[in-house]
């Protein structure tokens, strides 16, 4: 589920919608976080993920070359061999050996990158047999991007490799360079690191000032060298998660699949509600009410005041769970919604609110009933925990629309420490907002104002 929406960072998913910034978890950027004594530019090249990122290049160079040969052979001798039977199978069996090769890609990446990609979609044959198995090969989208990978990686991987270990030798080799200097002053018989010659005259790097400079280069070499492999391995994860991955359909499929699951359990869910306040409340009444309308009818001959009273009794019943059936009727779908729009149904439900709610609407068009109802809905929600859990003084509801989404924000100046990931009301809303893509950040810090942002996509 996707509860954040606009960028990413090192910390995790956050959002810059407004002027505020906001992690999965609430907090604000840097809000609670160690950081370490020395600037990231100068402990890169000692991190572990330096030598990760730097030990997939190396490793990328062979695997490419590997996987290369194997795709460019098998589809060459498959095409060769097309005149005849043996062509097919030759081509599923190089499309499924490229597939076993993205598996083990993606494996690779997620150690060593810390990419995570699902795997594609699996084969589907209509049928039984090896004949549908390699129909389904050479039908699948997926095979043939596969392959293309094995073609595409092998000159990035070479020119990777080359960058990489150019840089990262020189590097560590100038920066050690008073080192092996002291240890070796006359190796081989010469001054020092040779950096000109010809046949009359050679110059050394073997004075203080010369292996000093040198130095200093290496350290920016040093330096730069994890960014620059880090940079080349951002090409990898790209090649690694739009063809090694799952399709965008595919993707969308599960992602529907998913969502139309929430949706099921929401609905049923809402029938038990109902269902629960029908039995437990007005049908309850109703049933005690028919039971004294009946004893003020067998009383009515031998006491007409105490069959009065009795009357009199059932009709304050008879309010009571008309109210309850307003009240039901109003969960469900309120009519106010429906007749005037969300400022004036929102204007409703902050009038219940045991605390001052201040409601703006600024919409120039009303969006589809069942966003509409939604967004209703959400606010409904958040302000009854404002009214249950906040402990706050005062609250704010406004409503917006940015170009293609419909924004949905609820301030109050209570306690904070609101957490939609703790298994409260707000994980259940959230989950009924990503069923319509919808996403919902929560930006609670401890003492407060607790800051709940709704987003839903327009539809007019």
């Known amino acids: 589920m996707a509860t954040q929406y606009g960028g990413y960072s090192d ?6 919608y407004g002027d505020h910034a906001r992690y999965t978890d609430g907090r604000r950027p840097g809000h609670g976080e160690r950081r370490p004594r020395l600037p990231l530019a100068l402990r ?19 695997i490419s070359i590997v996987l290369f040969t194997f795709a ?5 001798l498959g095409a060769g061999l097309l005149v005849t039977f043996l062509g097919i199978p030759v081509l599923a069996a190089g499309l499924a050996g490229c597939r076993g090769f993205g598996s083990l890609e993606r494996t690779r990446a997620r150690a060593l990158l810390g990419l995570e990609v699902a795997p594609p979609e699996p084969l589907r044959p209509r049928g039984k047999g090896a004949l549908s198995w390699m129909g389904a090969v050479l039908r699948s989208g997926t095979s043939w991007r596969h392959v293309l990978y094995a073609v595409l990686h092998l000159p990035w991987a070479v020119f990777s490799f080359a960058v990489s270990v150019a840089f990262w030798s020189y590097g560590w080799a100038m920066l050690t360079y008073p080192l092996w200097f002291w240890v070796f002053p006359m190796y081989g018989g010469q001054g020092g690191l040779q950096l000109y010659g010809d046949e009359q005259h050679r110059i050394y790097l073997d004075n203080p000032f010369e292996i000093t400079v040198t130095a200093l280069v290496g350290l920016l070499f040093t330096l730069a060298t994890p960014w620059i492999v880090r940079a080349l391995t951002t090409v990898d994860r790209v090649l690694v998660h739009g063809l090694l991955g799952p399709s965008r359909l595919a993707s969308r499929v599960v992602e529907l699949e998913s969502d139309r699951g929430v949706v099921v359990d929401t ?5 038990r509600r109902i269902e629960r306040d029908l039995h437990d409340g007005a049908q309850a009444r109703l049933v005690a009410l028919a039971m004294d309308l009946g004893l003020a ?11 009065a009273r009795m009357v009199d009794e059932a009709h304050g019943e008879v309010k009571t769970a008309l109210q309850e059936l307003r009240d039901l009727a109003r969960g469900i779908h309120p009519a106010v919604l429906t007749d ?9 439900v902050a009038s219940r609110c045991t605390v001052p709610v201040q409601v703006e609407v600024d919409l120039t068009e009303r ?17 009854q925990n404002v009214s249950k859990h906040s402990g706050a003084r005062s609250a704010s509801v406004d409503v917006w629309r940015v170009e293609n989404r419909l924004m949905v924000q609820v301030v109050d100046d209570g306690v904070g420490g609101a957490d939609a990931s703790a298994g409260s009301g707000l994980a259940g ?32």
Request: glycine share 6%.
């Open 340 to 348: 005037r729009g969300l400022d004036a149904a929102l204007s409703a």
């Open 267 to 271: 609905a049923a869910a809402d029938l």
């Open 44 to 62: 890169a090249p000692v991190e572990a993920r330096a030598w990760r990122e730097f030990a997939y290049v190396l490793l990328s160079l062979p």
């Open 367 to 383: 969006p589809a009933p069942a966003i509409e109802g939604i967004a209703y809905f959400t606010v409904s929600e958040l302000l």
């Open 11 to 16: 910390h995790g998913e956050y959002s810059r």
């Open 297 to 307: 009818k067998e009383k009515l001959r031998e006491d007409p005041r105490a069959a």
């Open 72 to 76: 460019v052979t098998m589809l060459s």
């Open 429 to 460: 809303l959230a989950g009924r907002l990503d069923a319509v893509d919808g996403i919902l950040v929560v930006d609670s810090p401890a003492g407060g104002p607790t800051r709940v942002t709704a987003e839903l996509p327009w539809r007019a």
